[in-house]
């Protein structure tokens, strides 16, 4: 079992910044990679980043390109996103996830709300 715990989200203004954080607990040496993912309102859970513990390997979603970035925190098995120019249409709620690859995630935190007023 893997437990995720994500903290960071809030209110923010258009074009400010937040950190997500998530700390993972539990057997996560058997997962590889860690993501992040969002729900807008009304919209389907979409994928936003993903790195890997091994390599630091990451992806991103191409709306989010060059203004998140994810990271990690091998020793303290924590994984950041760091979100800069926020928009509007960033308002979410992101999702921290856990899997054996990119792609493959079958292990989710609670979610924590970002809200970008305009």
């Known amino acids: 079992q893997v437990q995720l715990e994500e903290s960071g989200g809030g209110l923010v203004q258009a074009g400010g910044s937040l950190r997500l954080s998530c700390a993972a607990s539990g057997r996560t040496f058997s997962r590889n990679a860690m993501g992040w993912f969002r729900q807008r309102p009304g919209k389907e859970r979409e994928f936003v980043a993903g790195?890997?513990?091994?390599?630091?390997?990451?992806e991103y979603r191409e709306s989010v390109k060059g203004r998140f970035t994810i990271s990690r925190d091998n020793a303290k098995n924590t994984v950041y996103l760091q979100m800069n120019s926020l928009k509007p249409e960033d308002t979410a709620v992101y999702y921290c996830?856990?899997?054996?690859?990119?792609?493959?995630?079958?292990?989710w935190g609670q979610g924590t709300q970002v809200t970008v007023s305009s």
């Open positions: 790195i890997l513990w091994s390599g630091g390997d990451t």
């Open positions: 996830a856990a899997g054996p690859s990119h792609h493959v995630y079958d292990y």
